[in-house]
């Protein structure tokens, strides 16, 4: 027997048309590529993104069809998130942190036919032309007056003057819920990169599960601002789950060093803010140096890469600062676990309280999570066994674009690739990616816990720990470190910081004092590059 109620489907443009006539006076503020801020609501937002939609039917573009941009986080890009989608159209966002022959790679893949960017990546969107077999035009997100000049884009046209003469009248039009709505490559640290395609219910319910009270938990009384880059997986949903509950958004722009970030988090009062841990770094050191403090902000989610430590302890004491630990990947859309505390551990001392949020958190209510052994077998759930982390869920990939790299799943689910353990009150910690694992004598060493304590001395900037071949144990960890600046620090008082702290067998070996540790496209510590570069390093233990 069938439920007998409507069976509506799960479109991105409901979002939108929910904002607009539940909050539509609420507030959405871009720092613009021009210098100046900006400021308009979800009213308006919803009525620019239907002349988005107009200017798009107009010029010829069908469901289906890919349309790419290189943009920073701004109210044209949310527009292009809406008005793209919104029309069954995929909304393909580039990271303009590649190199352009990476970037025309994939648009060539995605076959994407418009690009729509920001004015400051113009030379990269000169670079990559030439290159670029699918794209028919090659829209700049300003007006007339403001396109880049000189340039060596051919067929430059004007964003402003795109949407400028279409209509604002549209009907969203009603399709399967199951329909493409957005694109995403992964980095491709191995391999070519892939694309991974989200359909409009994965998104929102994606949305729905992001808001949950011990997820990000967001409502209409936040002011959101996502320092993660639109294009990198779709700022982690929020430009969807902020119209969902009829959040503030405050669109930092390119500026994205501590002090202009800072001035927004003050002007603008935001309440929740959501980056990788080294953009977190920036901002700290800002704070710290002007003797500053936060006076709206509460939460900051921090992901993508482990939370140091190091970092939760200052944000949460010195700035009272929650600090939303989450894990997840671009396969999921990206959300898989966040670290709330349970009622359980309200009674426990500040620092057990502080071993479980180090760790990545639990699953949110629609991601399925479990660990295996190397034949496919479930472990248990005591925190202290650790394997390859599987998850399903609605959204979950379940295959790459194009089939790309072959069916990907294992018995229905898909292995992330990561190492972790999951205690017995479900809270996941990641041990490692199963790449990144240094394996000593049979035995694991995982490399996250041993930054963590290298990033807790005073005296680093930044640290990584990497695999290097030894005679006898077939490999053992090297600890590769950057000093601030001004800091004098040793090889051996950096490995008698970690006395007492772990076995003494999972102290690395070595320490390498480096000037940068180079950085992936989403502000991730390259360690296959880093592997590459001490490949014949010789310990002294060897
Ligand atoms: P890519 O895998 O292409 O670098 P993603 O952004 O999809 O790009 O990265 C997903 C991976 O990032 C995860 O599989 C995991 O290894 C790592 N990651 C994400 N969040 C965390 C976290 N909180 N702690 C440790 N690792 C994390």
Redo the contacts with the bound molecule.
């Keep these: 027997m069938h439920g007998l109620m409507m069976g509506s489907p799960l479109l991105i443009s409901s979002l939108l048309t929910h904002a607009e006539r539940h909050h539509g006076a609420t507030e959405i503020v871009s720092r613009r590529t021009e210098g100046d801020i900006h400021r308009y609501t979800y009213r308006d937002l919803a009525r620019r993104s239907r002349q988005v939609a107009n200017s798009l039917l107009a010029a010829g573009v069908k469901p289906g069809d890919r349309i790419a941009t290189l943009a920073w986080n701004g109210y044209r890009h949310l527009e292009l998130y809406y008005g793209v989608s919104g029309i069954g159209a995929v909304l393909h966002t580039l990271n303009p942190r590649l190199f352009p022959e990476q970037i025309a790679w994939i648009a060539n893949h995605a076959e994407d036919r418009f690009l729509f960017f920001d004015t400051t990546f113009a030379p990269v969107v000169e670079a990559l032309q030439p290159h670029a077999k699918t794209l028919e035009r090659w829209i700049a997100l300003a007006d007339i007056a403001r396109l880049p000049s000189p340039t060596a884009i051919a067929g430059l046209e004007s964003y402003e003057a795109f949407i400028g003469g279409a209509s604002d009248v549209l009907e969203w039009p009603l399709f399967d819920e199951g329909t493409a709505s957005s694109l995403c490559y992964?980095?491709?640290?191995t391999g070519d990169p892939k694309g991974v395609l989200y359909s409009h219910r994965s998104t929102v319910l994606h949305s729905y599960a992001a808001a949950l009270p011990d997820a990000l938990n967001l409502s209409a009384r936040d002011a959101v601002l996502p320092v993660v880059p639109m294009f990198?997986?779709n700022a982690w949903g929020l430009p969807y789950a902020a119209p969902m509950v009829g959040a503030k958004l405050v669109l930092p722009g390119p500026g994205l060093d501590g002090k202009s970030l800072y001035e927004l988090f003050e002007s603008e009062r935001v309440t929740v803010s959501a980056g990788v841990p080294t953009v977190w770094l920036g901002l700290l050191n800002y704070v710290t140096a002007g003797d500053l403090k936060f006076s709206t902000m509460r939460r900051t989610v921090?992901?993508?890469?482990?939370?140091p430590p190091a970092m939760l302890r200052t944000f949460e004491e010195n700035y009272g600062v929650q600090v939303l630990?989450?894990?997840?990947?671009?396969?999921m859309s990206?959300l898989g676990t966040v670290g709330v505390l349970k009622n359980k551990h309200a009674g426990l001392s500040r620092e057990e309280q502080y071993a479980v949020q180090y760790k990545?958190g639990r699953a949110i209510y629609g991601v399925d999570m479990k660990i295996v052994d190397d034949m496919g077998r479930e472990l248990p759930q005591d925190g202290v066994a650790f394997g390859n982390l599987l998850v399903r869920g609605p959204w979950v990939i379940r295959s790459y674009f194009k089939g790309a790299g072959g069916d990907p799943l294992e018995d229905g689910w898909f292995p992330?690739?990561?190492v972790a353990t999951i205690d017995a009150d479900g809270f996941m910690q990641?041990t490692d990616?199963s790449k990144d694992v240094i394996k000593s004598g049979g035995e694991w060493i995982g490399s996250?816990d041993l930054e963590n304590i290298a990033m807790a001395h005073p005296g680093v900037a930044m640290a990584a720990v990497i695999a290097v071949r030894h005679p006898k144990w077939d490999e053992r960890p090297l600890l590769v470190v950057v000093r601030k600046p001004g800091v004098e620090l040793t090889r051996e008082e950096m490995l008698r910081h970690y006395e007492g702290k772990i076995a003494k067998w999972w102290t690395p070996d070595d320490v390498a004092f480096v000037d940068t540790i180079p950085l992936?496209a989403?502000g991730?510590m390259l360690k296959a590059k880093l592997r590459e570069q001490f490949k014949d390093y010789r310990l002294p233990t060897a």
């Design positions: 992964t980095s491709g640290t990198h997986v921090i992901g993508g890469s482990a939370c630990h989450a894990w997840g990947m671009t396969e990206p990545q992330t690739g990561d990641i990616r996250i992936g989403t991730k």
